[in-house]
């Protein structure tokens, strides 16, 4: 099971953004009305989440929204408290590893106005999210509910939205694009360094970090990195140290960020994970940025946030 990075402590440093022209701005967002408010704490983005158990006991709790993960996390104190039973055991795939949990039946899980019936949950203690956060997390949203929809995400006004698939992204239009590749159940990013070499990156909306990407040494090849400070990561499984810094810059399809602060850390994704990446990708660098996932499209569209567009701010001047 992933277990979410807890920063000992925050690095405030912000790159500068280099964007090419292009991104759409100052116009209406038909999809305004579906976009309701989010709870950040740090670069988490919280939602409310309705389980409904077999015996028709419901829940609302909040979750993190986690596109690192391929399976949805329950808290064991939910599980109980709902008379969650085992079902069996299952493998979860994400950038902290692959581990075996048990899983329950969840008779319905709803947010945002989506719902998905009979969804096969794993159950695992999150207490490790509460003393990280100091409030309650009841579980973590993953790909399994996700990726049926469009995740829509305005980070410049902390709104979020989920859209049916086939979605017309009217307001779109004209916006940056990136591919994404799906993977063992996750959304994967191809990324350029400045050594010209390609990696994937998981697209992690937990990954929590100030930083603009997180990436494995071993995957990435000889980098012109410049060293700012080393970090002690920790989560559940214990800790590791990760260097902080800044590389010339980082590709994502048709952006470019320069330069890019990142973190680098020893690890391979072979110790992580059976799925072969070079690191992760979060919120960080879309600050500002109202961004489309169309999972189901498999494409990620990128414009000027709604607050920034008001603002008169350009993009650049948002990052």
Known sequence: MKKRWLFLSVLLLTPQILLAQGVVSGQDNRQDGSLRHFERVGLNVFV??????????????????????????IDETVASALALLPFHTSTTISPTGSALRHTTQVTRLCSMSRCTDMLEALVDDLSIYNKGYGRRVGGLLAMDF????????????DRIGLLPSGTKLTE?????????????????????????????LIFDTGYDSV??????????????????????IRDANGSNRAKVGRIESLEIGEIRLAPALIQLSEQTSAERSSLEYGGMLGLFPFRGWMIA???????????VGSSATKAGHALGSQM
């Open 172 to 200: 779109f239009v004209g916006a940056k694009t990136v591919q994404i590749i799906s993977e063992k159940g996750l959304a994967l990013l191809e990324v350029v360094l400045p050594n010209g070499k390609s990696t994937k």
């Open 48 to 73: 409310p989440v309705t389980i409904t158990g077999t015996d028709g006991k419901s829940e609302t709790v909040d979750f993190v929204l986690d596109s690192g993960s391929n399976r949805t996390i």
């Open 293 to 303: 996932v169309d999972y189901p499209s498999l494409k990620m569209y990128m414009r």
């Open 211 to 232: 930083s603009d990407a997180l990436l494995f040494e071993s995957e990435i090849g000889r980098l012109n990195f410049v060293q700012e400070a080393e970090r002690e």
């Open 146 to 157: 996700l990726q049926k929809y469009i995740l829509v995400l305005d980070l410049s006004a």
